[in-house]
């Protein structure tokens, strides 16, 4: 037997059960706009992103390759440059070498020719002796070199007589 509470429960609770339903329907609907949003940016982003495979990055590498080319032609043009104005500057420090040593010889000789003969003898003594002082250290370099040589010598003359000496105690 079923009363009218009890069909009053069912019905309720079916009608609970419909109502819970349709909450769940309404919540997936909500959550599928949602997942659907978010695959629209995420297919938005994914478009963007092949559009940059497809063209973007393209361009991005073509500019890179051309300043790539442009730093080294830069560089290029810094060494010739640098090149250029080093030999620029060591010919005028020869140059100016020459000239300066030029103007001290001229300066030199009228300085020469505007002294009396006295000093000018002294001026020529001076050279000279310059000269023979250059002959000597020369030639004592050349007898130090030889005294060493008989030093070594000796030495090894020496050496060979304390030895004999030495065998001959020996024997």
């Known amino acids: 037997v079923v009363t009218r509470d009890d069909v009053e429960e069912s019905l309720k609770a079916k009608w609970h059960y419909v109502k819970d339903k349709e ?27 092949l559009e940059y495979k497809n063209v973007g990055s393209k361009i991005q590498a073509e500019k890179i390759m051309n300043l790539e080319k442009d730093i080294k032609e830069v560089k290029d043009d810094l060494h010739r440059t640098t090149e250029y104005y080093r030999d620029a500057l060591k010919a005028v420090e020869e140059e100016y070498d020459r000239l300066v040593k030029f103007s001290l010889d001229q300066a030199v000789e009228n300085a020469v020719r ?45 050496t060979k007589l304390i030895d004999g000496k030495l065998e001959n105690l020996t024997i």
Not at 28 to 37: G, M, P
């Open 23 to 49: 909450q769940l329907l309404k919540d997936l609907r909500s959550q599928i706009e949602e997942t659907e949003q978010k695959l629209s940016v995420k297919q938005s982003e994914r478009d963007y992103w």
């Open 114 to 158: 505007s002294l009396d003969k006295n000093s000018r003898r002294v001026i020529e003594e001076n050279e000279w002796l310059k000269e023979e002082i250059k002959m000597y250290q020369k030639e004592v370099s050349d007898l130090e070199a030889s005294i060493q040589l008989l030093q070594e010598e000796n030495i090894s003359l020496v």
